[in-house]
């Protein structure tokens, strides 16, 4: 069967409301994105179009981005060049499609990994209805525990001594990419009025 992403998306409904949790129609519309873009692409999701679509559609996440005079659509477009300019050659749509309702190894799979994640910071919040904001805070601590879990060396060697950023992301300095995922998280924190010590475990 081809899976598409409307069928990756009723997977993933499915796998919140085991928990009794929905996604925000922002959330949605920004996940849905997330797939569309990979299926064009035929290639599995990753980092870089769910920060590229979270930055997208949030205002907070925009705003959080322009208080360090950075320009958020510069960093969506190098983020999506970024992505198609990787695309594997080998790996397809389909063979990562049902990433949300993996159950072995979920913390190793991008997309599952970044929604249990955001499902604590919904949580920690007192929610049930899951943010942009959420996906995309997941998704910035996720990449950084992979980071830290492969103790990455760089081609690059500004990378090496860099806090992470979104130069990170693309494997390359950009001046342009260069904003710390921990100033955008507190400027998330502050602009979004989330408690500021919520952070999932």
Not at 56 to 84: G, H, M, T
Not at 130 to 153: G, N
Request: hydrophobic letters at 35%; glycine letters at 0%; a negative charge.
């Amino acid at each position: 069967m081809k899976i598409t992403p409307r069928i990756v998306l009723a997977n993933l409904e499915e796998y919140l409301d085991l928990f009794n949790f929905k996604l925000s129609e922002e959330a949605r519309k920004t996940l849905n994105e997330v797939e569309e873009f990979a299926y064009k692409c035929d290639n599995p999701s990753n980092y870089n179009l769910f920060f590229s679509k979270a930055i997208r559609n949030s205002n907070f996440i925009q705003k959080a981005i322009k208080d360090f005079n950075k320009k958020p659509d510069i960093i969506v477009l190098k983020l999506e060049k970024d992505y198609f300019r990787c695309i594997d050659k080998i790996a397809k749509y389909n063979d990562d499609s049902c990433g949300y309702l993996e159950v072995d190894n979920r913390q190793r799979i991008d997309k599952a990994s970044i929604i249990d994640i955001a499902l604590e910071y919904c949580v920690k919040d007192n929610r049930n209805i899951l943010k942009i904001e959420d996906i995309f805070l997941a998704a910035m601590e996720d990449y950084e525990k992979i980071l830290r879990e492969d103790d990455s060396h760089w081609v690059d060697k500004r990378l090496n001594k860099s806090d992470i950023t979104f130069s990170h992301v693309c494997g390359y300095y950009d001046d342009n990419l260069e904003i710390k995922f921990e100033d955008i998280k507190e400027a998330i924190f502050y602009n979004n009025q989330y408690n500021i010590s919520i952070k999932a475990v």
